[in-house]
């Protein structure tokens, strides 16, 4: 009769090999990637934010790791985009994926737009230092302002005054209005208890490659959407970009803003395409 054989006290050896597989060698894969298989494209920042009893997506762009361009007509056809979704379907058929998008500027009647716009270094529209009325619209509410991404990839907000005096030349810009912050202040002409309630999005540079985008899940005025970029988002220099048209885009997240049915098509959107 065969004696028993007492089980050994160490882990087989099949045991110890997994399990230095799953403390040491899977780490490593998932860190430096596994040989043919594509990488994802890398989320960006994107959040939900409550704010005085308001809801608003919040973006941030990183341009040291994402390219932030504009675009208004399709290149090819000279025919406007007009909406992030075409823009979306362009840049799919050409392999690009659309992680973000933004409508831009305001824009008149002919949907061209309203002020200075520069796309990839060439100046489509030049910079509009006009004083109209107020009551025709939000461009005139001075000041207006500039965001701006220059050739050395950092981003800025300025007025449009101060853009003129920098003279500094701009990779890709969009003139709007009216400024939300100056240097830390809210705009003068802003009213705290203002009853004119609208879908809003913003735009500032938190930091010179750190740009924060924002719009608003329901309609808030300009002094509280203000304070936002000032109070909670920690800007000291922001611009407005539209009202009750407004919405981003975040690739796996959907749209964000003003209802659908409420959108009219942009001239000129913000984008961030997936590196290749």
Known sequence: MRPSVSPPSHPFPAQRLWR????????LLLLVGVPGCAPTARALDS?????????YRVVHVNLKRERLTLHW???????PFGSIETLRQWGEQRGQRLLFAANAGIYDHKFAPLGL????????????????NPASGNF???PNGVFAVYPDGHAAVRTSAAFKAEGASAQWATQSGPMLLIDGKLNEQFIDDSSSLKWRSGVCAKTPTDVVFAVSEAPVNFHTFGRLFRDE????????LDGSISQLYVDGEGYAG?????????AGIFAVFAKP
């Open 233 to 240: 988002l920690g800007c000291r220099d922001a611009l407005y």
């Open 117 to 132: 716009y520069v796309e990839n270094g060439r100046t489509v529209v030049p910079l509009n230092l006009a004083h109209g």
């Open 258 to 266: 003003a209802p659908a049915f409420m959108v009219k098509p942009y």
């Open 20 to 27: 230095v597989l799953q403390h040491v060698l899977l780490p």
């Open 140 to 142: 005139s509410l001075l």
């Open 47 to 55: 959040r939900e934010l409550a704010f005085e009893g308001q809801n």
């Open 73 to 79: 007509r399709e290149p090819a056809s000279g025919q």
